[in-house]
């Protein structure tokens, strides 16, 4: 009698979001995180600091309280700012702009049984409001599996933590940038890269992504491929 074949590994899709899911924001978009903290602090600080695409929020939170000589315990005020400076934009009319061919990117992995998720440098607020902005339903994202980086120093305490959050399944990051990959090998996670943010399909095969592909409307055949091989492997 033929034994049975095993069944299939879990798989939790873990998308990023800005650069992946949506399009980056406009320019200024960074000013954003200097406005909560100078409302937290109460005072204006100047100049701003440069903002190095895929830190996290509370990672950019960090650097400019410790850059102006505020303690690290004002960070939760300021993030706290920061989610309601973000829900502001959000009802007055701020916008994004869904990445090309997400939406199908989304549909596949569902029809193939996959969880689609988030690990995300922002905060859970802000997440959502992005998505909410852009017309992507939140409802697409199992957000009970989702990590966010709010309060997170560097993006690694997400990946560590959904490793240990959903254990015994597959756990796949798909994101836009260099710490995304870096992010992934510290919780040992296949990273799949979209070169829909600022860094070019150039820029992302210097990492150890399992795929490099220039958007998911032409990519997609090539990431479930991928996904097949990590299943098979």
Do not use: C
Not at 45 to 62: E, M, N, V, Y
Not at 84 to 92: D, N, Q, T, Y
Not at 97 to 121: K, Q
Not at 186 to 204: D, H, K, N, R, S
């Amino acid at each position: 009698m033929t034994p049975p074949l095993p069944a299939p590994t879990p798989t939790t899709i873990l998308w990023d979001v800005d650069g992946t899911l949506l399009f980056n924001a406009a320019a200024g978009g960074g000013a954003l995180y200097h406005l909560a903290v100078e409302e937290a602090v109460g005072r204006e600080l100047s100049p701003p600091l440069p903002r190095a695409h895929g830190k996290t929020d509370g990672q950019i939170l960090f650097e400019i309280l410790d850059a102006f000589d505020y303690p690290a315990e004002r960070q939760p005020e300021a993030l706290a700012r920061l989610d309601a400076l973000s829900v502001a934009r959000h009802e007055a009319g701020e916008r994004r702009v869904i990445a090309p061919g997400v939406p199908e990117a989304l549909a596949a992995m569902a029809e193939r049984g996959f969880m689609n998720a988030l690990l995300t440098g922002n905060s859970a607020t802000r997440t959502r409001v992005k998505l909410e902005g852009a017309g992507l339903d939140p409802a697409l994202f199992d957000w009970s599996r989702s990590y966010f980086g709010g309060s997170a120093r560097v993006r690694s305490e997400i990946t560590l933590a959904a490793r240990a959050g959903i254990p015994g399944e597959r756990l796949v990051i798909i994101g836009d940038t260099p710490r995304d990959d870096e992010a992934a090998r510290a919780a040992g996670m296949p990273f799949i890269a979209v070169a829909t943010g600022v860094y070019t399909v150039e820029e992302l095969r210097e990492t150890t992504a399992v795929v490099v592909v220039a958007d998911l409307a032409h990519g997609l055949p090539a990431v479930l491929d991928a996904l097949d091989e990590l299943d098979a492997a």
